[in-house]
Every structure is written in structure tokens, then in C-alpha cells.
DNA sequence: TCCAAATCTACACTACACGTCAGGTTTAGA
DNA sequence: TCTAAACCTGACGTGTAGTGTAGATTTGGA
């Protein structure tokens, strides 16, 4: 075997990061993720940059990306910044996607308070039922 | 004909609300939306109270919740909830829905503050290149 | 009355994001 | 060296959320 320092299998990343093997599998074919090293005969290893890039997928998949428009724009949170090539567009990505996160945010927060008010008003009306009995 | 005051057919609704026809009979098949009348032979009629559903049923989505969840919910947005059987059940739905908000909400704002440093990351190295033009 | 535009039903088909299964190979430790 | 656990590929299956199409019917206006 050769000693990769500090890299995990596909097994290890895929508890660490909550997904299946085969999401990871997939995420390959598709040009989202690609393994560190790929060994002898073919075993996949990982480094800690996956981990954070599948972190980063099921961030931006909360957002409401598909996975095409993640391909898009994933290498931009990990490319060495400095190479980066038209940074003023990838600072306009970056911008929209803050303001895209923030009406998010503002969307989940009056759904939340909804959902408050709903709770209450379903407790007092079972309240109500109770005391009726 | 009948009048029905101040009713639209399914391709205002469509137009307006921003879904295809074909979205909306979907909708209907599976109890998410039902028109407010079936006149003579069977063309469906709307009122606003069907735009405000397909409305709501767009929020909840981008929220994340599949078209079953939101069926499970989207009454309490639009019908008299004393009415509603089944309180409990509704009850533990909307708290359990409440998790999940308050978890996405975390998320969320992880990935805003990511995303803003990032953004100033980028700022500063467009201002460096600028300088040593 | 005639006709184009709108709508109807029903079935089939698609895209996305995986999951399942089968059969084979590799690895690491006892 | 042996073996169980981990991994591999490829083909096929699944759930969700629709979309496409065909052929028939209805509607409202000229």
C-alpha cells in the first residue's frame, strides 16, 4: 500500500459528511468532486478539501441550485483565489449569492414566525376541545 | 355561459401565478389545489384565493418542502383552523416543520458569513492588483 | 352559424438526484 | 496466507415534480 498521509476512503467522507457512497460515486460522474488520488487499483482517497467541497454542495443545494449550476460556480470557493482570472465576475457571483442567501433568510424567518403563531393557535383550540369535554 | 363574477380560467391563473396550466392540473390531482368551480362541461374556474394558494405553495417550496408537506400544511394558511381534524397530528407536523426552519436557519447563516468573507477575500485581492498596476 | 382559441381527459414521457443489486476486486489485519 | 470488510463498475430501479401530446369538446366573438 502506499501511505497517503492523512487521506480517508470513500467510506470515511461519506459518514463524515452525511451522503452515500454512491452520492459521492455520482457526484464524480458528473464533474462536482474529484477524488485526491486514485491509488493502485482504483480506490478513491480523499483529503479534507472534499469534505469541505460536499459541504459546500449541500449548502448551495439549500439555497435551491441544481447541481449543474453548482458545477458552475463550486471551484470558485476553493481555486486558489489569487490565479482566479475575472475577479470582479466571480465577485458578482459571490454578491448575488449573499443576496439570494438573504431573502432566503428573510423568507424562512416570517415563515418561522407563521409557523409560531400557527403552533399557538393550534394548542389553544385542542386546549379548548379539552375543557369543552 | 354563466357569469361568475369576477372568476378566471386556468390560463389567467397560470399567467399570472407564473405555473403552466398543465402545473396546475397537476396540483389539482393531487389535492393541493381545487378550482372554485367546475361550470357546464367542465372548464375549471378560479378565484384569488387559488393565486394566494399557488403563492403559498411556492414559498413553502423554496423553503424545501415537498409538494406533500406543503399539502399537509397549506390549509391552515386558508381554511378555518377550528375546523381542521386531526389537531395533534397537525400540531406535531408544524413543530417538527419548526425544527427544520430554525436547523435551515443555522445553516443558512453559516453560509452567509462564509460567503461574506469570502466576498471580502475577493474585494481585497481586485484592490491589490489594482495598487501594484 | 361558423371558427379560432381555450380548455378538457388520459396516457406517456422526461429530468433530476440519487438508490439497489449483482458480481467481482482490493485491502488490511490476524 | 487467509479472510472479512471495504471498495469497484455497470445496469437497472425509484420518487418527485412535473411536461408533451393527441384527439375531443367548449367557448365567445365575428
Same mark, same amino acid.
Given at each position: 500500500?502506499?501511505?497517503?498521509?492523512?487521506?480517508?476512503?470513500?467510506?470515511?467522507?461519506?459518514?463524515?459528511?452525511?451522503?452515500?457512497?454512491?452520492?459521492?460515486?455520482?457526484?464524480?460522474?458528473?464533474?462536482?468532486?474529484?477524488?485526491?488520488?486514485?491509488?493502485? @487499483?482504483?480506490?478513491?482517497? +480523499?483529503?479534507?478539501? *472534499?469534505?469541505?467541497?460536499?459541504? #459546500?454542495?449541500?449548502? %448551495?443545494?439549500? $439555497?435551491?441550485?441544481?447541481?449543474?449550476?453548482?458545477? @458552475?460556480?463550486?471551484?470558485? +470557493?476553493?481555486?486558489? *483565489?489569487?490565479?482566479?482570472?475575472? #475577479?470582479?465576475?466571480? %465577485?458578482?457571483? $459571490?454578491?448575488?449569492?449573499?443576496?439570494?442567501?438573504? @431573502?432566503?433568510?428573510?423568507?424562512?424567518?416570517?415563515?418561522?414566525?407563521?409557523?409560531?403563531?400557527?403552533?399557538?393557535?393550534?394548542?389553544? $383550540?385542542?386546549?379548548?376541545?379539552?375543557?369543552?369535554?
Amino acid at each position: 500500500m502506499v501511505v497517503l498521509s492523512s487521506l480517508m476512503q470513500i467510506g470515511e467522507l461519506s459518514s463524515r459528511a452525511g451522503v452515500s457512497h454512491r452520492t459521492i460515486h455520482y457526484y464524480e460522474r458528473i464533474g462536482l468532486l474529484k477524488p485526491a488520488e486514485r491509488e493502485g @487499483a482504483g480506490y478513491r482517497y +480523499y483529503d479534507d478539501n *472534499a469534505f469541505q467541497r460536499l459541504e #459546500k454542495i449541500a449548502a %448551495l443545494k439549500k $439555497l435551491g441550485l441544481s447541481l449543474d449550476e453548482i458545477a @458552475a460556480v463550486i471551484d470558485l +470557493y476553493f481555486e486558489d *483565489a489569487s490565479g482566479i482570472k475575472g #475577479k470582479e465576475k466571480v %465577485l458578482a457571483i $459571490l454578491e448575488a449569492q449573499l443576496a439570494k442567501a438573504d @431573502a432566503q433568510l428573510a423568507e424562512l424567518s416570517t415563515f418561522r414566525r407563521d409557523l409560531i403563531s400557527n403552533i399557538e393557535r393550534m394548542k389553544s $383550540l385542542i386546549d379548548g376541545a379539552r375543557e369543552t369535554r
